[in-house]
């Protein structure tokens, strides 16, 4: 089962990377701006990450409470930036790449 959730959050990774580059052609290359073609893939990817993240949260209890918390914290991460840019506001690639890192989560066993 963990081998199945580090496969899907590394195919999450892989699946986002292509939106950085892409990103990276704009003339602001350090933001998303909302309402955008950019923004609609990015809330796309951000869902899908959400959604994986408070799987993997519920699937994690007892010994492994520190890993579902790290991805319920994750979770929370991504959702605020959803918000955001549901609301129109612009947010940073590095805070969208940070929200997608789930490197925490994953180093305390996954």
């Known amino acids: 089962m963990k081998t199945l959730i580090a496969s899907l959050i590394a195919l ?3 699946l986002s990377v292509p ?3 892409w990103a990276g052609s704009s003339s602001d290359s350090n933001t998303v701006r909302p309402n955008t073609p950019q923004a609609a893939r990015m809330i796309a990817t951000l869902e899908r990450a959400e959604h994986l993240d408070r799987l993997n ?8 409470s520190d890993e579902g918390v790290a991805y319920y914290q994750k979770a929370e991460q991504v959702h605020a930036l959803l918000k955001k840019l549901q609301s129109g506001e612009t947010v940073s690639e590095d ?8 490197h925490d989560a994953v180093r305390f066993g996954g």
Request: proline letters at 0%; hydrophobic letters at 45%; charged letters at 25%.
């Open 57 to 64: 949260a519920a699937s994690y209890t007892g010994e492994d």
């Open 95 to 102: 805070d969208v790449r940070s929200a997608l890192d789930n």
């Open 19 to 21: 939106l950085f580059a």
């Open 12 to 14: 999450t990774l892989m």
